[in-house]
């Protein structure tokens, strides 16, 4: 099943035919999950939104993490378990009032009814990473208490996404240190992920906008290569 902007349902497989017959062939496709089994997240709710969400800019797009096997795997089988965006604003406002989640495990946010979400939400911490370029919505989603993370593919340009206020996470080099500095000097933390060996249910830390660091995430396995040279700021 395919949702649709205007929340109708296609069964059509073919995500360029949409029911509401709108001008934008784009569906919106997002799964929600009550408790992931992805133990990076740990036992959280979570969200996964279609490839036909992100960004044209993304710097990783077509070889990002959600690429690689098994996050690909869910992110394939998202207009399977598709839900309308005013169900998913109905699951969130049911979660418990300090219940940590993610959203966009995969793909990124539909600024159009991002509105809607964060008053649903309704100030509980979430952990969202967008490749969008800064607009009203997301400096409006940050103010009401949805901590909006952007995203950077090295550290030269996490300086250019912060200069906007909003916190940043970026890639860092497989070999960066623990503690490392944008060449403007900002402070990077190497994700606790990787320090601490906490998954993101017992840290917590990208979904707080006061941390006053840049998050530092280095390359996996899935196209190291690759999102190594994004880091190091070359031509992939």
Same mark, same amino acid.
């Given at each position: 099943?395919?949702?649709?902007?205007?929340?109708?349902a296609?069964?059509?497989?073919?995500?360029?035919v949409c029911?509401c @017959? %709108?001008?934008?062939?784009?569906?919106?496709v997002?799964?929600?999950?009550?408790?992931?089994?992805n133990?990076h997240l740990?036992?959280? /709710?979570?969200?996964?939104?279609?490839?036909?969400?992100? /960004?044209?800019?993304?710097?990783?797009?077509?070889?990002?993490?959600?690429?690689?096997?098994? %996050?690909?795997?869910?992110?394939? @089988?998202?207009?399977d378990?598709?839900i309308?965006?005013?169900?998913?604003?109905?699951?969130?406002?049911?979660?418990?009032?300090?219940?940590?989640?993610r959203?966009?495990?995969?793909?990124d +946010?539909?600024l159009?009814?991002?509105p809607?979400l %964060?008053r +649903?939400?309704?100030g509980?911490?979430?952990?969202?990473?967008?490749h969008?370029?800064?607009?009203?919505v997301?400096?409006? *989603? +940050?103010?009401?208490?949805?901590?909006v993370?952007?995203? +950077?593919?090295n550290p030269?340009? *996490?300086d250019?996404?912060?200069? $906007?206020?909003? /916190?940043?996470?970026?890639?860092i080099?497989?070999s960066?240190p623990?503690?490392?500095y944008?060449? #403007?000097g @900002? =402070?990077?933390?190497?994700?606790? $992920?990787d320090?601490? =060996?906490?998954?993101?249910?017992?840290?917590?830390?990208?979904?707080?906008s006061d941390?006053?660091?840049?998050?530092?995430?280095r390359? =996996?396995?899935? #196209?190291? #290569?690759?999102?190594?040279k994004?880091?190091?700021?070359?031509?992939g």
């Amino acid at each position: 099943m395919v949702i649709c902007r205007d929340g109708t349902a296609t069964r059509s497989r073919d995500r360029r035919v949409c029911d509401c @017959r %709108v001008s934008d062939t784009r569906a919106t496709v997002i799964r929600f999950v009550r408790v992931s089994s992805n133990r990076h997240l740990g036992p959280i /709710p979570a969200t996964y939104s279609s490839r036909e969400t992100c /960004p044209e800019g993304c710097g990783l797009r077509g070889f990002c993490y959600a690429e690689g096997w098994p %996050v690909r795997l869910h992110w394939d @089988r998202v207009p399977d378990f598709a839900i309308p965006p005013a169900d998913l604003c109905r699951e969130i406002r049911q979660l418990p009032r300090y219940q940590l989640w993610r959203h966009c495990v995969t793909g990124d +946010a539909e600024l159009e009814w991002l509105p809607d979400l %964060v008053r +649903a939400n309704a100030g509980r911490p979430v952990i969202f990473f967008t490749h969008h370029l800064v607009t009203d919505v997301l400096r409006d *989603a +940050a103010a009401r208490g949805f901590n909006v993370n952007l995203s +950077a593919d090295n550290p030269t340009h *996490a300086d250019e996404r912060a200069s $906007s206020g909003l /916190p940043v996470a970026t890639l860092i080099e497989s070999s960066a240190p623990n503690v490392s500095y944008t060449p #403007a000097g @900002r =402070k990077i933390v190497a994700c606790p $992920s990787d320090t601490k =060996k906490l998954n993101c249910s017992r840290c917590g830390l990208c979904s707080r906008s006061d941390r006053g660091v840049i998050i530092g995430f280095r390359p =996996k396995a899935h #196209a190291r #290569a690759r999102i190594e040279k994004a880091a190091r700021g070359l031509p992939g």
